[in-house]
């Protein structure tokens, strides 16, 4: 099992730059892929990014490619968010999850979810 903690979140101006991190609890980290998704008031869930454990692949989402880089560091257990760029339609509250199997897009396809931190970018 993998408990998750996000922090990071906050307001900036549109331009700006911010960074997410997820800390994570429980064994499984190193082998769990992990993904970043956001969602926006009124709005579905939408994934973000996604990066896979062992032989590492990244995927974006092609509205924040470019912008956002998704990494990991499994000695910390900690998954994080690059985001450059922010855009105000960037606006929304991002959680990361977690998942065994291969990679995906899918948020039901997720096992584990963190609180969520909310973002904000101002125009």
């Known amino acids: 099992q993998v408990q998750l903690v996000e922090s990071g979140g906050g307001l900036v101006q549109a331009g700006g730059s911010l960074r997410l991190s997820c800390a994570a609890s429980?064994?499984?980290?190193?082998?769990?892929?992990m993904g970043w998704f956001r969602q926006a008031p009124g709005k579905e869930r939408e994934f973000v990014a996604a990066?896979?454990?062992?032989?590492?692949?990244?995927y974006y989402a092609d509205s924040v490619k470019g912008r956002f880089t998704i990494s990991r560091d499994n000695a910390k257990n900690t998954l994080y968010l690059q985001m450059n760029s922010l855009k105000p339609e960037d606006t929304a509250v991002y959680y990361c999850?977690?998942?065994?199997?291969?990679?995906?897009?899918?948020?039901?396809?997720?096992?584990?979810w963190g609180q969520g931190t909310q973002v904000t970018v101002s125009s």
């Open positions: 999850a977690a998942k065994g199997g291969i990679a995906t897009m899918t948020p039901t396809e997720y096992d584990y």
């Open positions: 429980g064994r499984t980290f190193s082998r769990s892929h």
């Open positions: 990066i896979s454990w062992g032989i590492i692949k990244t």
